[in-house]
Nanobody, 130 residues
């Protein structure tokens, strides 16, 4: 059974940093594209970052470019999201997600990718105080 468990969320002041982790089980991680999404109160869930296996290119939402970094360790079945220079607008429930195979480049931009991710964690809350 495929399972993703996120940890690392918490309360941080604006300008601070957090590192989210996602532990995968029941899957060979190198076969999956991995991503982070987030959902702020009253808003739809949105894409944050994604990466394929094998040290491939990473993709980021424009709002987090230069501040967030996604990384993965397929051997340890872990995916991380390093978040620096946090802003109050980064406050959200952050989800780890997995999609078998490559990223769905043929669908268009990253805003269209969410429905193709089939395995989701329960989320970890990130709250940034201003």
């Amino acid at each position: 059974q495929e399972q993703l468990v996120e940890t690392g969320g918490g309360l941080v002041q604006a300008g601070g940093s957090l590192r989210l982790s996602c532990a995968a089980s029941g899957m060979v991680l190198e076969y999956y594209a991995m991503a982070w999404f987030r959902q702020a109160p009253g808003k739809e869930r949105e894409f944050v970052a994604a990466m394929i296996s094998g040290g491939g290119r990473a993709y980021y939402h424009d709002s987090v470019k230069g501040r967030f970094t996604i990384a993965r360790d397929d051997a340890k079945k872990m995916v991380h999201l390093q978040m620096n220079s946090l802003k109050s607008e980064d406050t959200a429930l952050y989800y780890c997600a997995a999609k078998y195979g490559a990223l769905p480049y043929d669908l268009g931009g990253y805003d269209t990718w969410q429905p193709t991710f089939t395995t989701w964690g329960q989320g970890t809350q990130v709250t940034v105080s201003s």
